[in-house]
């Protein structure tokens, strides 16, 4: 299992941003990633997964723990009979491809999504209607007590949710899907592709919808345009001039900087509409938004 020292974590997140880490470790296997988490349990050391960073904001100072980054088996993905199989640090797009190849539908809003079919558990991804949750069999969490297969309602799956601790890591996922043509799936694939691209900053450096959609007629990215906030900028970093619940790498950002964007953005929502935005990107190491002036 590869191991390393201090490896700059901006590297890893789609937002270009984060610190180095403590360590980091690419376990391959089911018994390498149970090693890996009793070594950082025995010596009282934080642990945190890491797929491919694509809704994650890490402290610029970095993380004092153990980063996991899946690979080997457990990043790989293949179809048997009619269920998807997935080590959890698979990129969805592998995922995806598997399916297609094999005539099996049901993963196409993946196409959406940029992360890895672990990540999608963690928070339970969905776009187009569908979600984790719809198309999940189960999945293997392994954990420094040991592993064990989990259902939808085991994981406690909802709105951009799981029931899942820190230093519970997916290690596998099945996902039931249906036959469906190839040609089919490669048809709403590229529907979905063009839609997302009419609607969100799809070649900028972000890390996905900042904010959870509220309860209210608005979602984030509507109630954060009518605050006036597309195109704020603070540091290297801007509210997306095309889509308000995206924050954008614009020149050299820092995670300070898209801190002090979302501080800013939920100041006015709740001044302007009295809503309280809660945050859909997961932190990483030493980061918080300070709270609401109520
Ligand atoms: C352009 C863009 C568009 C996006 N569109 C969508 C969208 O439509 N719908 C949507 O839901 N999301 C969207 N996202 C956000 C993001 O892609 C998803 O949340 C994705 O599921 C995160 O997966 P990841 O592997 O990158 O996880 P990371 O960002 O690396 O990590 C996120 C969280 O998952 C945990 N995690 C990761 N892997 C595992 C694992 N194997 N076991 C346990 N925990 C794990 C991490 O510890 C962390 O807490 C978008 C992001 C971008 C950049």
Known sequence: MRIEEGVVLARFT???TGGPARA????ETVPELQEVLRFARERGLEVATIGLGSNLLVADEGFGGVVLKLA?????AEVRGEL???????????ALHRARAAGLGGFEFACAIPGTVGGGVWMNAGAYGSDWAAVL??????????????????????????GLEPGEVVAEVE?????????????????????RKAAQPTNKRTYGSVFKNPEHELTSGRLLEACGLK??????????????????????????????LM??????????????????VVFLGDLELPPLEK
């Open 137 to 162: 069999e189960r999945a293997l969490v392994v954990s420094a007590d040991g592993d064990e297969w989990r259902t939808p309602a085991e994981l406690g799956l909802s709105y951009r949710h799981s």
């Open 84 to 94: 998807l199989v997935a080590g959890g640090g698979a990129p969805n797009a592998v």
């Open 14 to 16: 789609t937002i270009g």
């Open 231 to 260: 195109g704020h900028r603070i540091g290297g970093a801007q509210i997306s001039p095309r889509h308000a619940n995206f924050i954008e790498n614009a020149d050299g950002a820092r995670s300070e900087d898209a801190i002090a």
């Open 263 to 280: 501080a800013e953005a939920r100041r006015r929502a709740w001044e302007q509409y009295g809503v309280e935005l809660e945050h859909e």
């Open 175 to 195: 996902f039931r899907l249906a036959p469906r043509p190839s040609a089919e799936i490669k048809s709403i694939v590229a529907g979905l592709q063009a839609q």
């Open 24 to 27: 980091l470790a690419q376990p």
């Open 72 to 76: 080997g088996e457990l990043a790989r």
